[in-house]
T-cell receptor
Framework: GAVVSQHPSRVICKSGTSVKIECRSL??????MFWYRQFPKQSLMLMAT?????????EQGVEKDKFLINHASLTLSTLTVTSAHPEDSSFYIC????????????FGSGTRLTVV | AQRVTQPEKLLSVFKGAPVELKCNYS??????LFWYVQYSRQRLQLLLR??SRESIKGFTADLNKGETSFHLKKPFAQEEDSAMYYC???????????FGQGTRLTINP
């Protein structure tokens, strides 16, 4: 079945530094990848949609300069949290949808970001 | 705009009792609806898609376009069903998947 690998699973960084999170589709080509943020005991909030080779589409209220998304290939998308602050601490989850619609949406295991 | 509402944040039932997790949606076109489950410390897993009309782990869900609902049901709850359940909607073209607030289901022995 479709598998999405997300790395790292946990990261701690200092305020002001940048952190990159990778999302890879291992056994299928993902034309579209999605990035979500999940606060404790809350649902997944869609941050942005990225299509391979084009600019990401950000949801309202999400700062595109703070959360840089790159989707350079059909199997890899990255989310870079720039100049991180403690309020950026959260659980970030990626999802990928394959070229064929019947692949559905497959989720990564998530990244716990803690900014100190 | 796409919107998914799960009115119950918490739901607790006894083992062997029927379970129904409610989901209502708002979308002007033809939606694609999903139920995802998240067990403790695990990633989100697809439970059901309305287009496949499958029954997974005894759960079923029927899309009711008149009531704009996609409620999840199981006739006899089991303890291993305790988890967080999310209803999600994908619209035509945009493809993005939007989630409801989630319902934490607890099955009591």
């Amino acid at each position: 079945g479709a598998v999405v690998s997300q790395h790292p699973s946990r990261v701690i960084c200092k305020s002001g530094t940048s952190v990159k999170i990778e999302c890879r589709s291992l056994d299928f080509q993902a034309t579209t990848m999605f990035w979500y943020r999940q606060f404790p005991k809350q649902s997944l909030m869609l941050m942005a949609t990225s299509n391979e080779g084009s600019k990401a589409t950000y949801e309202q209220g999400v700062e595109k300069d703070k959360f840089l998304i790159n989707h350079a290939s059909l199997t890899l998308s990255t989310l870079t949290v720039t100049s991180a602050h403690p309020e950026d601490s959260s659980f970030y989850i990626c999802s990928a949808r394959g070229v064929q619609a019947n692949y559905g949406y497959t989720f990564g295991s998530g990244t716990r970001l803690t900014v100190v | 705009a796409q919107r998914v509402t799960q009115p119950e944040k918490l739901l607790s039932v006894f083992k062997g009792a029927p379970v129904e997790l409610k989901c209502n949606y708002s979308y002007s076109g033809s939606p694609e609806l999903f139920w995802y489950v998240q067990y403790s410390r695990q990633r989100l897993q697809l439970l059901l898609r309305h287009i496949s009309r499958e029954s997974i782990k005894g759960f079923t869900a029927d899309l009711n376009k008149g009531e704009t609902s996609f409620h999840l049901k199981k006739p006899f709850a089991q303890e291993e069903d305790s988890a967080m359940y999310y209803c999600a909607l994908s619209g035509q073209g945009a493809q993005k998947l939007v989630f409801g607030q989630g319902t934490r289901l607890t099955i009591n022995p």
